[in-house]
């Protein structure tokens, strides 16, 4: 990227001379006449001017050529450099959606492994509650804990692209 911008720089400062010295090559095309001066000296002046002006013409249509070959390579450069920078664009939003992902993949793992242990838990307190129903009933003529049914803990799955939380019943 770097490089391209260092030629497209390169090529605008050529621009830039050819220009300068089809302006020197113009002006010094103009031809210079005083008040004083003979009819012939007038004549041999702009007959000079002619014999010239077939060069000049060409040099000048030479400065003209190579100036709008280095404005067409300007172009080329910038239009890649453009894509250059959407790729890159791209080519960055990847590598964050990857760098998320891994974070998410970590937080993921995470809440699977507390679920694990939450319904471990759980099924503790289910096996504690069973013992102690009996009990409760005879003493306080309700039960000690209810709605172990619809008990269930958060899951992150994932099929390779989209992720899903499920709840599993403990």
């Keep these: 990227m770097e490089q391209t911008q260092a030629e497209i720089a390169a090529f605008n400062s050529q621009i830039q001379a050819l220009l300068e010295e ?13 008040e004083n001066d003979s009819p ?23 400065i003209d050529a190579a100036i709008a070959a280095l404005e067409g390579q300007i ?10 920078q959407g790729e890159s ?42 013992q102690l129903s009996p009990m409760y009933w005879q003493i306080y003529y309700k039960p000690f804990i ?5 008990i269930s803990v958060p899951y992150v799955r994932s099929d390779g692209e989209v992720w899903t939380i499920v709840n599993r019943i403990v």
């Design 22 to 34: 089809r302006a020197a090559l113009t002006i010094k095309n103009n031809v210079i006449c005083g």
């Design 89 to 130: 664009k791209q080519l960055i939003q990847q590598q964050q959606l990857e760098e998320a992902k891994e974070v998410a993949q970590v937080h993921a793992e995470r809440i699977n492994q507390l679920a694990s242990e939450l319904a471990a838990e759980v099924r503790f307190l289910k096996a504690c509650a069973n």
């Design 75 to 84: 172009k080329q450069k910038q239009g890649k450099l453009v894509r250059w």
């Design 40 to 62: 012939q000296a007038m004549v041999e002046a702009y007959r000079r001017q002619a014999r010239e002006n077939a060069q000049l013409s060409v040099e000048l249509q030479g």
């Design 146 to 150: 209810t709605g172990f049914k619809t």
